[in-house]
């Protein structure tokens, strides 16, 4: 068995590197993404929210796979093309940007009023009550949504097989298929419980701290 795992091990590894990348850089900029366009939904300008609740409708309303395609095979038909890599990264990026996007504005949303008119009364400037009272108390009541959309984020990263990127799941398929055994796949869903394992292990760390510090 050892022999078997090492000889797997090297093929597991090359699709485990696409599946943290993809992983890694959509988290980068669709969290910091989502948040703009949360704080964007409570424009007093009517065209910005329309474009916004829009875009949301959109990107939630239709298959991340679906996504996928249009932006990979769909685009080059009107002349813009991408590589599969950026391809990938455009339509989870934007995707999970309109999910993390509605989970912010609730946690905005149930921030109390009152917050707002100590923070103004104070003399607080908009940025300053944002950075230091509303957005922090934001963070601490969306942890568990956003938890459950990072664990969604790992398993969805599977989505990549659509375009031919070698991910996790591809490079067990592969193996699979040479050696005639499900054995593989095994081991890449080990691999898979492993992650979601340690970032739920890590939000509820995050979620006993800020409530215990709140």
Do not use: C
């Not at 912010?104 to 917050?115: C, M, N, P, T």
């Amino acid at each position: 068995m050892s022999t078997y795992i090492l000889n797997l091990a090297p093929l597991l590894y090359e699709g485990l590197k696409t599946t943290a990348l993809v992983f890694i850089i959509t988290l980068i900029f669709s969290i910091p993404l989502g948040m703009l366009v949360a704080l964007l939904r409570f424009s007093k300008l009517k065209f910005i929210n329309q474009i916004i609740h829009t875009y949301i409708w959109i990107m939630r309303g239709t298959p991340l796979l679906l996504q996928i395609v249009f932006i990979f095979f769909g685009l080059p038909y009107i002349g813009i093309v991408f590589d599969r890599l950026p391809a990938v990264l455009i339509a989870f990026i934007l995707n999970y940007a309109a999910y993390f996007a509605e989970i912010f504005r609730a946690g905005l949303l149930a921030i109390d009023k009152g917050q707002h008119e100590a923070a103004d009364a104070l003399g607080f400037t908009t940025i300053q009550k944002y950075r230091y009272i509303i957005l922090p108390q934001t963070f601490r009541l969306v942890v568990p949504p956003v938890a459950n959309e990072v664990i969604t984020l790992v398993k969805d990263t599977a989505l990549v097989y659509v375009v031919g990127l070698e991910d996790l799941l591809r490079a067990g398929n592969i193996a699979s298929n040479k050696q005639a055994s499900l054995l593989p796949f095994v081991f890449v869903g080990a691999i898979y419980l492993s992650i979601t394992a340690i970032f739920t292990k890590l939000f509820n760390y995050l979620e006993k701290r800020w409530t215990y510090s709140s």
